[in-house]
């Protein structure tokens, strides 16, 4: 066994020293790599109200060395070579996630770990997005009596399918709708990887947390343990395109706002909801309304703009809120999350004080911190992006 690993160390270590720095390898020049890697799900471009195109997606890497591995770079790459966007090591550190976990974010891999990275790359209005990536990965790695040797490999390759065509209506009708925790570099949704059923699963990847500024750029006024009291309680949530009923909840109590609650079994988090088959392969969730209100059950058909139920406070939720997303399958946490477009509505205002000041002004009634649009342009088929505030038209 001694002289087996000690084989192994001593390929590795060729392979650092003389393969790593190329960025690609031939078929007839294999050779042992300190990283294996591969793309979770092919990246979907989504246009967004800022103008630009979005790609969020995940790479995952494992250490199958008896090294220790310490990152320091990655850089994405089109399918000519060109660097589209690059992560330092703060970056890295920022994003890449041991065993794929969120709060258990590190720069380095043991023996035998994997992790995953959180990409975004944004691609400029004026740029067509690529069809094709890879990963550029800098490191070292270094051991018990093992001097560091660092390495660059190109890892992952992956399709980019087409800019997403999926269009559709707004899931609420009125003004002063926040985008809370969308994308695309908010951390809730985004990295809301679940290991389920022996795989992962990312259905909330472009989840948004809707609620609603008032006047006042509150979203809460008096007492906030009284779900009435929330500017978005009680609002119609409606059907955002033709489709058929596969799944309700109707039965469920609101929960107290200020807190999560505890011990909820997991077919509860999404509270009373509907998931609504939209057609060719895509599934929209609308969860956490209030008891009694939803209006429809399972097989029903629906027309785009039909009264689905109200706004509440069931299931996993802190305070009053509708989540929407859209997902490849009928589990609203078995499914991977696709991106969509919302056909027109007008962003009004954008919380420039980042999540922080959004979770403050949720918990404690305090005004947003808000840059407002005298007049706002009407915007068409394109994703809101996180913490806009935006008007529906009615």
Known sequence: MKQRTAAFLASITVAVTAVMAAATTSASDIQLTPLVADVLWAPQPVRGSDGHSHLVYELRLANPTPLAISLEKVEVLD???????TLG???VGQRFSIGGRRGAEATSLAVGQFGVLFLHVPIESTQIPPTALTHRVSGSLAGPNVPSRSFTLTVGPTRVADETRLVLGPPLVGEGYLAGDGCCDSIR??????PLDGRFALAQR?????????????LVKGDLKKVENY????????????????ATRNDLPEQVPGA???????????GNFVVLDIGNGAYALFAHMQPGSVRVTAGAKVKRGDVLGKVGNTG????????????????????????YVIDRFRTVAVAT????????AEATGSPLTLATQDRPPALQRVLPMDLTVVDFPK
Do not use: C, Y
């Open 189 to 194: 949704h985004v990295r809301a990887l679940l």
């Open 89 to 91: 090591k703060d970056a």
């Open 260 to 270: 999560l609650p505890e011990g909820l079994p997991v077919d509860e988090a999404d």
């Open 231 to 246: 500017n978005i309680f009680g609002k119609d949530v409606i059907a955002v395109a033709d489709g058929t009923v596969v």
């Open 316 to 339: 996993n939720t802190s305070a009053p809120h509708l989540h929407f997303h859209v997902m490849d399958g009928p589990s609203p946490l078995l499914s991977n999350g696709i991106p």
């Open 206 to 218: 472009f989840a948004i947390d809707w609620e609603q500024v008032g006047a006042d750029r509150r």
């Open 79 to 85: 399918g000519g070579g060109a660097i589209v966007a």
């Open 353 to 360: 004080a980042g999540t922080a000041d959004f979770d403050k």
